[in-house]
């Protein structure tokens, strides 16, 4: 999401569900590669949460927030300016995010819209390539091998963290 490279990282896994064989809450503190931080946090034991999927990003300008379980809208809040809320469908986005908008504002869009916009630029690429037209780097937005070797990677580094009392890891 913001293009930053994990550089190591301290986490905690916990299981307080008796029976369960993975843990049901982690808490990983992440260092980049560009000196920033940043905190994950996943639960199945968050009460009164249903998914709960947030992300926040700090700049040092601004920030933005988005909640899966109000997704059509995205919070911008400057330092110097009043917070806008900025509705999917409606107000106006990036080109490349507004062709990820299936449904018109005021309808929405869900779980299978989200995988369906996966395999969309996948299928763009592949017929592409099958057509011999030239593949440009906006082309290449979906998720490849490198970024799946990149999330089990992560995964292991943050179980020997734990194994290790939240010892800091490095990624590399």
């Not at 008796?18 to 503190?29: E, K, P, Q, S, T």
């Not at 199945?44 to 700049?59: P, S």
Request: net charge negative.
């Amino acid at each position: 999401m913001t293009g930053l490279t994990i550089k190591r990282l301290s986490a905690r896994l916990d299981t307080f569900v008796d029976g369960r064989i993975l843990d049901d809450n982690a808490a990983m503190m992440i260092e980049y590669d560009s000196g920033a931080k940043g905190l994950y946090w996943c639960s199945q034991i968050a009460v009164g949460n249903d998914n709960g999927l947030r992300v926040r990003i700090f700049g040092s300008k601004a920030s933005i927030e988005w909640a899966q379980e109000n997704p059509n809208y995205l919070k911008i809040s400057y330092l110097d300016q009043p917070t806008q809320i900025i509705s999917r469908g409606r107000d106006g986005l990036y080109p490349g995010a507004e062709e990820f908008s299936r449904v018109p504002s005021g309808h929405p869009e869900g779980y299978f819209e989200a995988f369906a916009n996966i395999y969309k630029p996948f299928i763009s690429y592949l017929m592409k390539k099958k057509q011999g037209d030239p593949i440009l780097p906006e082309d290449e937005d979906f998720p490849k091998a490198e970024q799946g070797e990149s999330g089990v990677k992560f995964i292991e580094k943050c179980v020997e963290s734990s194994k290790n009392n939240a010892a800091w890891v490095d990624l590399k």
